[in-house]
């Protein structure tokens, strides 16, 4: 028997690497009729917070929406999939990721190989790296090199 994937959740935050999950996801979505959840999470450092404005915060916030319902859904958009964009706030992008998969009850998690962590982050792919290791669920990791073939 074979499972399907009705629900597919793609971290995203607007590197190329993330960009790529999403084409990658879309295009599975096509394929199978999945629905997409494209998902964004916000983390914040308490100090630093204390520091900006709270207006210059919900800028910021404002500007990310935007992005995340416009430009960095447009391929879904125009492929017909049924998606559904989600920005969570948590303590860490895999506490974040992982609380929405399980609020959604999605089947599969796809994220890039490198986001736009800590320069740490990009060399190891940390968020990846420990979602691979902590998700009750499937997660494909899109390297950097993918490209859609035509």
Not at 40 to 45: A, G, L, R, S
Not at 63 to 81: F, N, P, Q, Y
């Amino acid at each position: 028997m074979v499972a399907m994937i009705e629900k597919i959740l793609v971290g995203i935050d607007g590197s190329e690497d993330s960009m790529k999950a999403l084409t990658w996801a879309s295009n599975h979505a096509a394929q199978t009729g999945a629905e997409l959840f494209v998902v964004y999470v916000v983390t914040w450092d308490p100090e630093l917070m204390q520091e900006v404005p709270t207006e210059s915060f919900r800028q910021w916030q404002d500007s990310l929406t935007e992005l995340l319902h416009g430009e960095w859904t447009a391929r879904v958009r125009d492929l017909g999939i049924p998606y559904e964009c989600v920005m969570v706030e948590a303590e860490s992008a895999v506490t974040g990721l992982l609380r929405a998969a399980e609020q959604n009850e999605v089947d599969l998690l796809v994220l890039g190989a490198r986001g736009r962590g800590a320069f740490t982050d990009r060399l190891l792919g940390s968020t990846t790296f420990k979602l691979t290791h902590h998700s009750p669920r499937p997660v494909v990791t899109v390297p950097s090199e993918w490209e859609l073939k035509s």
